[in-house]
């Protein structure tokens, strides 16, 4: 029969271009939050990290948005490439307990 | 530096039977973190060791338990198998709660 499970929200970006993946977060006592990268049958991978003290943080190609105001969370690829394609997670802590509370994941997909 | 290891990779049980998975951290790292990673439920946390010590623990059923060894090793274990516990899981060290999680490629567990 028909297996029903979670259907990840998809992004589909030409390469070259810019990718803006949201999430959006419950707890306003979240303090720190993080964006991994999970490759098709690899590990989850750290992208970047932000703490609420910001509202932008900025690495490699990548930049993390922060608003608190409407708990949102964004990251920024500049000139997607092939070996971005990938599922994106953000996850978000709060320092009372540090367990990480993550998200359903977004997938990405480059158009060549 | 070798990355987080976890073993076995791939393992296929039946429907009452018990399972254990191991997970040797990165050098130096003494916090190991266990999650349940589903389609349908996406990464769930179960828990946390840090110097043998279970510091925090998901919502999941004691079926599922877990230790840390003097080495930071650590092993997880699921009783009495249930067709639902069919999942990728996986193992992440830190060198601390907050910050990088370094993730291991998982162990993929299916329960007939």
């Known amino acids: 029969g028909e297996s029903v499970g979670l259907h990840l929200p998809t992004l589909s970006v030409q390469e070259g271009d810019n990718s803006i993946i949201n999430c959006a977060y419950s707890?306003?006592?979240?303090?720190?939050f993080i964006w991994y990268k999970q490759e098709s049958g690899k590990g989850p991978q750290f992208i970047i990290d932000i703490r609420s003290n910001m509202d932008k943080r900025q690495g490699q190609r990548v930049t993390v948005l922060l608003n608190k105001t409407v708990k949102h969370l964004s990251l920024q690829i500049a000139a997607t490439q092939p070996g971005d394609s990938a599922v994106y997670f953000c996850?978000?802590?709060?320092?009372?307990?540090?367990?990480?509370?993550w998200g359903a994941g977004t997938k990405l997909i480059i158009k060549p | 530096k070798a990355g987080v290891t976890q073993t076995p990779r791939y393992l296929i049980k039946t429907r009452g039977q018990q399972v254990t998975l191991s997970c040797s951290p990165i050098?130096?790292?003494?916090?190991v973190s266990w999650y349940q990673q589903t389609p349908g439920q996406g990464l769930q946390f179960l828990f946390e060791?840090?110097?043998?010590?279970?510091?925090n623990k998901g919502n999941f059923p004691g079926r599922f338990s877990g230790r840390q060894f003097s080495n930071s090793r650590s092993e997880m274990n699921v009783s009495t198998l249930e067709l639902g516990d069919s999942a990728l899981y996986l193992c992440a060290s830190s060198l601390d709660q907050i910050g990088e999680l370094f993730f291991g490629e998982g162990s993929r567990l299916t329960v007939l």
């Open positions: 050098s130096g790292h003494r916090s």
């Open positions: 060791y840090f110097s043998e010590t279970q510091r």
């Open positions: 707890n306003s006592a979240s303090d720190y």
């Open positions: 996850a978000e802590s709060a320092d009372s307990n540090y367990q990480l509370i």
